[in-house]
């Protein structure tokens, strides 16, 4: 099945699995908290119990080194897509309002990408991710 949209994740080649599966999680909880449309419709299985939904969607993974990272990071920007992003600071901090403060702290082009993720027309995020691989 084709959809006229995609939902991609970039992440940081040099993250270790446990932090890259972690960055993962945080960064699509903020496409599936704005963007209601992306959610599917509750499971449930042939016993009657019934579990959360999910994207309606496959979420494409890709790895970046920094500079593929800045480069998706500023193509996303240009275009105008909305994107959540993950600073390497945030392994540090506890909560959503430290994690808040410790970006705001920090100028654009200074920041620390570990991963970002965006939810857009498919073409467009074909461009934002082009030259980067799927990750392994």
């Keep these: 099945?084709?959809?006229?949209?995609?939902?991609?994740?970039?992440?940081?080649?040099?993250?270790?699995?446990?932090?890259?599966?972690?960055?993962?999680?945080?960064?699509?909880?903020?496409?599936?908290?704005t963007e209601p449309e992306t959610i599917g419709e509750p499971y449930e299985d042939g016993s009657g119990n019934r579990y959360l939904p999910m994207f309606r969607q496959p979420v494409l993974i890709f790895a970046a080194d920094a500079a593929g990272m800045r480069r998706a990071y500023e193509r996303a920007m240009d275009r105008g897509i909305e994107l959540a992003i993950y600073t390497r600071e945030l392994f540090a901090t506890g909560n959503d309002e430290d994690n808040r403060a410790a970006v705001a702290r920090v100028q654009t082009e200074a920041l620390d990408l570990v991963g970002?993720?965006?939810?857009?027309?498919?073409?467009?995020?074909?461009?934002?991710?082009?030259?980067?691989?799927?990750?392994?």
């Design 1 to 33: 099945m084709q959809f006229d949209t995609k939902i991609a994740v970039v992440l940081s080649e040099d993250l270790p699995v446990w932090q890259k599966a972690n960055v993962t999680a945080f960064l699509v909880s903020g496409i599936a908290g």
């Design 116 to 136: 970002l993720a965006i939810h857009a027309d498919r073409k467009a995020v074909d461009k934002v991710t082009k030259g980067l691989t799927l990750h392994p």
